[in-house]
């Protein structure tokens, strides 16, 4: 297991890699799982799924429009969570989706009543934040609500999509 270290505008991040995909990337807090801390990870920033994410970081905060799911990801979770992380991470750059509509796709593919709420705790628990875009999912009357990172990151990151303040 591996990690990187990446210095974006908003803030320390770390990535986390099998050395063949991307399984975590956060914001570093005073909470935050510290990788260099654990025998089980190796500091490598130069393995190419780590490069191919720091060019996609680089080019996000630019401000340049940029596909997501051109990094691969592997995540681990309970079937239903990786159904939400499924439709975060094919919300197109710049568009945003209510947890209400989240919940009611699930519940048309799978034919079971989803609620909004269980879909924000599936958000709240993304592994991937930025590539797997859980900062563009919002409350049903368009109020930005939610973000493991902190509200005012979310709104600085639906800024650098939208091309305009929130």
């Not at 975590?24 to 490069?51: H, W």
Request: proline content about 4%.
């Amino acid at each position: 297991m591996y990690y990187f270290n990446y210095i974006s505008p908003l803030g320390e991040m770390i990535g986390l890699s099998d050395g063949k995909y991307l399984q975590g990337l956060y914001f570093v807090s005073e909470k935050s799982f510290k990788p260099e801390d654990n025998k089980q990870y190796t500091r490598q920033q130069n393995l190419n799924i780590f490069l191919k994410t720091t060019k996609f970081l680089d080019q996000y905060f630019s401000g340049k429009t940029v596909d997501s799911r051109e990094i691969p990801v592997s995540i681990s979770g309970t079937e239903f969570r990786k159904k939400v992380w499924k439709i975060l991470y094919n919300i197109p750059y710049g568009k945003t989706v209510t947890y209400k509509e989240i919940a009611e796709a699930i519940s048309l593919s799978t034919g079971k009543r989803t609620s909004a709420r269980a879909v924000g705790n599936a958000v709240g628990h993304n592994p991937i934040s930025i590539i797997i875009p859980c900062h563009r999912v919002i409350g049903a009357n368009g109020n930005l609500t939610g973000y493991a990172w902190g509200l005012d990151r979310k709104k600085m990151l639906l800024n650098i999509e939208s091309k305009k303040k929130l």
